[in-house]
């Protein structure tokens, strides 16, 4: 299985990034896929995943409004959608699966991470 995320970058504060990830190997359609964040120095965390049987999207609550994730069964692809962005959301963004549950930690299978710096 191989989840591989693209789409990261520099940006200014107050702009905007889409990341996306596809998985191969193994569809994830009775779950979902999430995304996960590890800024310099820290721990990973939550950012949000997708529900696939549901299609509900759910966030890490210091990040509602400003982040969306959307996705596509079929094709086992998720993205996400980072708007009005800050300097404190610099950090590599992992894409993840399967997702199961809100503020998941552990995850079976993980991408290998994009860059995201948001300049000041």
Do not use: H
């Not at 990973?44 to 409004?65: H, M, Q």
């Not at 969306?68 to 998720?78: E, K, L, Q, Y």
């Not at 399967?98 to 995201?116: A, D, H, I, N, R």
């Amino acid at each position: 299985v191989q989840l591989q995320a693209s789409g990261g970058g520099l940006v200014q504060a107050g702009g905007s990034l889409r990341l996306s990830c596809a998985a191969s190997g193994r569809a994830f359609s009775s779950y979902g896929m999430a995304w996960l964040r590890q800024a310099p120095g820290k721990e990973p965390k939550f950012v949000g995943g997708i529900r696939w049987t549901s299609g509900r999207a759910y966030y890490a609550d210091s990040l509602k409004g400003r982040f969306t994730i959307s996705g596509d069964n079929a094709r086992n692809t998720v993205n996400l959608q980072m708007n009005s962005l800050k300097p404190e959301d610099t950090a590599v963004y992992y894409c993840a699966a399967p997702f199961l549950y809100l503020g998941q930690s552990t995850y079976e299978y993980w991408g290998q991470g994009t860059l995201v710096t948001v300049s000041s």
